[in-house]
């Protein structure tokens, strides 16, 4: 049975826009997994503790930081991590 998902857009949209999520990966192999750090305080220390487990994994990680919690990723940061990553996480911390 397949559960539904429910994915919320942080961004303040006014009108959410419709997305299809990615289909799931079975095994992170060979995957590209993009951690992005958005600027917060102990944001680096939760993903230094997930890269290593992800890499224990066979993922390969890619490291990114936003300029500043306060906006969203820049436009250039955004595409980096689309064209090069299989997957993103961000970390959320306070």
Known sequence: MS???????????????????????ARLDGCVVGLLDISKARGD???DRLAARLEAAGARVARYRKPTFAKPAPADLRHEIATTCHAVIEALAD
């Not at 559960?3 to 990966?25: C, I, Q």
């Open 45 to 47: 220390v939760f993903l």
């Open 3 to 25: 559960a539904r998902r429910v994915v919320l857009d942080p961004t303040g949209e006014r009108v959410p826009v419709r997305r299809t999520l990615a289909p799931a990966r």
